[in-house]
């Protein structure tokens, strides 16, 4: 928005004089083009960028401490708190940010980082290569109990300070997406004086360098975060100094409708994961509608292989076989969104179209010949399956708020063919306490990720029952390829191993896709530039937004 002032020159003051003269008829000469003096200029000023932002997220973050966290809610917040070393823009090319420049050795063994010599934690501590020695030490300590950082660190996790602006971190083996680690939300730093005095309750009490500054936490309500006035250090594209807004306001509304009516009623500013059948409404109504892809594993069911009946391979198959992907779009996204055919997501770098083929088509007779091959049969004509004196019993986990009505959905098309299913609600820590224990059959996922590394998180052995591998399968051919795949600097080589390791995945059955995951962000028009970073829901880029009145 503009203000114009209009300025009077010397004209005005020529009237006003000559109204006091006698009347004189004169010749007046013509005077060249560059010779008249301006007399009416128009001012352009900028009116102030500001604002208060109030922005809802369907789930509460659980900690915000980087080298503890994993959820995509928590790195939300965290992107307005922290900074990484290194920033990946939309084009896909690494750039400086809190390191001014790195190399790494011919092997691709050690990382040499030169660091910003200007940047001070909120707690007026300086960011220098202790620091980040002190960040990625604590990442990879077992007592730290990292859920995320740590895998992503990997092989990469001996630090040492060269200068007070120098780090060099050397690696056992090739991490070949060591830098997209490093950019993202669980490796970015935070002030090691703030872990000390904080000690346990440091993930309540967030000290970063970032352009937003913590000041409270109210659970189950809120988070309020306020801008950083030092801030003279953002990433290349945007503007340097201070943030534009006043505050963000961070509140958690898990319903989708709630959601929804909380934009409408102005309540919120903006909402994340809006339910994808209200955005030809929403747009309607003249709210701004942003509809993102969030790549990487998601909008899937991890299915136990090592827990009945999803144990057997024809079980697995046939659940595949046996749902319709493009009916949870038609009947609950509202028509918005595209089936997903494979354990990763077409944003995914080396994602392999081929793999489509495998289960791409609804075919619920194949599902039911599976199950009949196996021994499953329905001896007591109730519509469920049995062998050996044992019920076709599946048991499905989900995250309250996600998603209302697929569970139901897919427990009413699996029924079809002869499940039965229980459906749990778990939020975390349940949710994840009761995967790694072995209590589902499906558990619902979504974890972004634009790197094909992703599927060592979730599919390698060593992950299973400590981690994220809530399919505890086990293959050495797999294995294999996952490690290959981050220590493959070669892209032709790197993508046929991201090949193999799709192909393995769905020809053993470990994962049940349903959509493509989208991130629908609605808002009301006064929001300016709030962007999305490549992950489309969890690097948010608050920095240059503002509101206009």
Request: contains cysteine; glycine residues 8%; aromatic residues 10%.
């Amino acid at each position: 928005m503009k203000l114009r002032y209009l300025v009077t020159g010397l004209i005005m003051a020529s009237l006003l004089l000559g109204a006091c003269q006698p009347e004189v008829v004169e010749v007046v000469k013509e005077v060249p083009v560059e010779q008249i003096v301006e007399v009416e200029k128009i001012v352009e000023v900028e009116a102030p960028k500001s604002g208060k932002l109030k922005f809802t997220v369907p789930v509460e973050p659980d900690l915000l401490d980087p080298s503890v966290s994993s959820s995509r809610y928590d790195a939300v917040v965290i992107s307005a708190l922290y900074d990484a070393l290194v920033f990946r823009n939309n084009d896909g090319d690494y750039v400086p940010w809190l390191a001014e420049s790195w190399d790494v050795s011919a092997d691709g063994l050690v990382w040499t980082f030169q660091l910003r010599s200007d940047v001070t934690f909120h707690d007026g501590t300086p960011f220098n290569a202790e620091a980040v020695k002190f960040n990625f030490d604590r990442a990879v300590d077992p007592e730290t109990k990292s859920q995320a950082a740590a895998g992503q660190l990997g092989a990469c996790s001996d630090t040492q300070v060269l200068s007070e602006y120098e780090v060099q971190i050397t690696c056992s083996a090739v991490h070949a997406s060591f830098l997209e680690r490093l950019s993202g939300a669980f490796l970015r730093q935070y002030s090691p004086t703030a872990v000390e005095a904080f000690g346990e309750d440091y993930g309540v009490n967030p000290v970063g360098s970032g352009p937003f500054i913590f000041q409270e936490w109210v659970p189950s309500s809120h988070i309020t975060v306020t801008p950083n006035p030092d801030y003279n250090w953002g990433p290349p594209g945007f503007h340097q100094g201070s943030p534009y807004l006043e505050e963000i306001y961070f509140h958690f509304i898990g319903e989708e409708v709630s959601r929804v009516a909380a934009l409408k009623s102005g309540e919120t500013d903006v909402i994340l994961y809006t339910p994808a059948r209200e955005v030809a409404k929403l747009a309607s109504e003249e709210f701004k509608v942003k509809v993102n892809e969030v790549p990487g594993i998601a909008r899937v069911d991890i299915i136990n292989a090592a827990k009945a009946p999803t144990d057997e391979l024809a079980v697995r198959q046939a659940i595949l076989h046996g749902t319709d992907r493009q009916m949870i779009i038609d009947t609950i996204d509202g028509g918005v969104g595209q089936a997903l055919h494979n354990v990763i997501s077409p944003g995914v770098w080396g994602y392999d179209s081929s793999i489509e083929s495998m289960y791409n088509t609804y075919d619920p007779d194949k599902a039911k010949a599976l199950l009949e091959g196996a021994g499953w049969v329905d001896t007591d004509g109730d519509g469920i399956r049995e062998k050996d004196g044992e019920t076709l019993s599946l048991v499905n986990v989900h995250f309250p708020g996600r998603t209302p009505g697929v569970k139901a959905l897919i427990q009413a098309q699996l029924r079809e063919i002869g499940f039965e299913m229980e459906l749990l609600e778990k939020a975390n820590p349940d949710n994840m306490q009761f995967a790694r224990a072995k209590g589902h059959n499906l558990e619902w996922m979504t974890w972004g990720s634009t790197d094909p590394s992703i599927m060592g998180n979730l599919f390698h052995s060593r992950h299973a029952g400590n981690a994220w591998n809530y399919a505890f399968y086990e293959d050495a051919r797999l294995d294999e390829v996952l490690d290959l795949i981050d220590q493959t600097v070669d892209l032709d080589t790197r993508k046929s191993l991201v090949q193999e390791a799709q192909k393995i995945i769905m020809e053993a059955a470990l994962v049940l896709p349903l959509t493509i995951d989208i991130n629908v962000v609605a808002m009301h028009p006064n929001i300016q530039d709030l962007s999305f970073g490549p992950s489309g829901f969890y690097d948010v880029y608050f920095y240059d937004t503002y509101l206009i009145e």
